[in-house]
């Protein structure tokens, strides 16, 4: 059985992405167009799709590291801070961003709250699970080796 361990992340991501935008409770909230992902960004995003593939970081992390809180996401989302002359510190990404991914992902039944954090539903791992499969069975074309996994 492959997993979301046995393919690439940014691979598992983009693909991951794609599914997202058809699915209703994924939106791209009025307010996103305005924001920076934390306070160690100059800018906001380029990318018009930002929110999407931020969203399916998130419950790939979630499937992963889960159950996870929104200050260890923050945490994971950050970056290095600019201080002028001083050094760089650590800086935490925007919690607004990680919240609001998650009340989607829970409202479309993939993510769900416990006491301990947010974890990863049956129907989340399924996505996430036969995603890996396909995109294994798309690496093996190229790599026949890889088709012992299958």
């Given at each position: 059985m492959v997993?979301?361990?046995?393919?690439?992340?940014n691979?598992?991501?983009?693909?991951?992405k794609?599914e997202?935008?058809?699915?209703?409770?994924?939106?791209y909230?009025?307010?996103?167009?305005?924001?920076?992902t934390?306070?160690?960004?100059?800018e906001a995003p380029?990318?018009k799709?930002?929110?999407?593939?931020?969203?399916?970081?998130i419950?790939?992390?979630?499937?992963t590291?889960?159950?996870?809180?929104?200050?260890?996401l923050?945490?994971?989302?950050?970056?290095?801070?600019?201080?002028g002359v001083?050094?760089?510190?650590?800086?935490?990404?925007?919690?607004?961003?990680?919240?609001?991914?998650?009340?989607?992902?829970e409202?479309?039944?993939l993510?769900?709250?416990?006491?301990?954090?947010r974890?990863?539903?049956?129907?989340?791992?399924?996505?996430l699970?036969?995603?890996?499969h396909?995109?294994m069975?798309?690496?093996?074309?190229?790599?026949?080796?890889?088709?012992?996994?299958?």
């Open positions: 997993t979301v361990y046995d393919v690439p992340p691979r598992l991501i983009d693909e991951l794609e997202l935008k058809n699915n209703d409770d994924i939106v909230p009025e307010w996103a167009k305005f924001v920076k934390g306070v160690h960004k100059e380029m990318q799709d930002w929110w999407f593939k931020r969203v399916s970081a419950l790939r992390s979630v499937y590291n889960g159950p996870i809180g929104i200050s260890k923050k945490g994971k989302y950050g970056g290095r801070q600019a201080k001083r050094p760089k510190h650590a800086a935490k990404g925007s919690g607004s961003i990680i919240r609001e991914s998650l009340q989607q992902l409202k479309a039944g993510v769900e709250k416990t006491d301990e954090g974890v990863i539903t049956s129907k989340g791992q399924s996505l699970d036969n995603l890996s396909e995109i069975k798309d690496m093996a074309k190229d790599n026949p080796e890889l088709s012992k996994y299958l």
